[in-house]
């Protein structure tokens, strides 16, 4: 069953290693295969990753679209290593991202991730208001 995908005026979409802009009108897209898609909204550019979480998140984001994931793998375990000894109250999403990792299921990961990085961004605030 293919996927489906609505673009609004503008909107941009990246398919496999291709990035896709949408033209002046809204367009239905349907594709068909196994190849990483990640919309715009969820794409992280680099500079954007000012946090641990949203560095892992882009590290992720990375994988997911890579055609030979596993190379990124110590930047990634590195990473998490690092949130982990910072906040040892994330280990269980941790175990849980690392096993999606460890399967392959890059995809799932990043959405993972997008729950940690909520964590962390109630984290931070919480500490500024100390």
């Known amino acids: 069953m293919p996927l489906k995908i609505e673009l609004k005026p503008g909107e941009r979409l990246i398919v496999g290693n291709a990035l896709i802009t949408n033209d002046k009108e809204r367009v239905k897209l349907f594709i068909e295969g196994n190849v990483p898609i990640l919309r715009e909204k969820y794409v992280l550019t680099e500079k954007e990753a000012d946090t641990p979480c949203k560095k892992v998140y882009y590290v992720l984001q990375e ?11 110590p930047e990634y375990f590195a990473r998490i290593s690092e949130i982990t000894k910072a906040a040892p109250s994330f280990a269980p999403a941790i175990d849980e991202l690392n096993n999606d990792i460890l399967s392959g ?18 984290l931070l605030e919480r500490a500024k208001g100390k």
């Open 105 to 122: 299921d890059y995809y799932s990961a990043l959405k993972h991730m997008m729950a940690l990085i909520e964590k962390e961004a109630e």
């Open 63 to 73: 994988m997911y679209l890579a055609k030979d994931p596993k190379i990124l793998h």
